[in-house]
């Protein structure tokens, strides 16, 4: 089965924290595995700032591009917390206080013994017609507005939300993966590769350079859904790189 019949995804990243540096991402890796694990292709991550502008128009590109757009970030109590309102004018409706949001967070804030102040409340806010998506680990959810998925930016509790999205989302076949190890540099394998590539279009096969204990090498990864011919083309590049005397290993 061919790639292209997986749903597409992109993740949106929100947040002058990660632009800065001072925070790094470690989401993307989690929902780019995670996705590939349902079938489902994530094709395009983006980072962008805490800015209305930005958010509104990077959102509805990608909501009308792909076929689930996750953004992490920018749904807290404080001032630069503005995902939830930039979501609601992206689909040009109004932001109210979720009712069973304020419950759930009124619920924490009692049990942890701490006022349910305006700066918490915000965190009840999401667009009219909002679906909410679960948090077991500090209470505020996020929520769902069609295709588009608003998660919170601190991993633990980004996983949490989407452990709660998967019910909704529809993969496709699972991509397989090998890659082959070649002690050669990336310009010798270079053309032999692509020969091979227009030969098996049906397999997406990448070449990942290398430098490691004096040497150079490339790691070819091959991708696809079909197990059969995965093996077969895997065979291929082997057979390859040994007549070019690159020593190969083959590697899951």
Sequence with gaps: MDMKERPTACVIIIGNEILSGRTQDVNLNFLASNLAGMGIELVEARVIADIEGAIVSTVNTCRSIYDYVFTTGGIGPTHDDITAECIAKAFNVELE????????????????????????????????????????????????????FVLAGVPRIMRDM???????????????????????????????????????????????????????????????????????????????????????????
């Excluded at 305006?118 to 009840?124: C, H, N, Q």
């Excluded at 019910?167 to 540099?185: E, F, I």
């Excluded at 197990?227 to 070019?244: H, I, S, Y």
């Design 97 to 148: 206080q979720n009712q069973r949001a304020r419950e759930l967070i009124a619920d924490l804030c009692e049990r942890n013994g701490v006022e349910l102040n305006a700066a918490r409340l915000r965190m009840a806010n999401a667009p009219v017609g909002a679906s909410l998506i679960r948090n077991s680990v500090s209470g505020a959810p996020g929520f769902r507005m069609d295709n588009v």
């Design 162 to 252: 989407f452990d709660g999205c998967k019910k909704d989302l529809m993969g496709g076949p699972l991509v397989l993966s090998r890659t082959v190890v070649a002690s050669l540099p990336e310009g010798v394998i270079a053309e032999p590769l692509r020969a091979l590539q227009d030969q098996f279009p049906g397999v997406e096969m990448g070449s990942y350079p290398f430098y490691q204990d004096g040497r150079f090498g490339t790691n070819l990864v091959l991708r696809s859904a079909d197990e059969t011919l995965l093996r077969k083309v895997c065979l291929d590049v082997f057979n390859m790189v040994e007549e070019l005397g690159g020593g190969p290993e083959l590697e899951s």
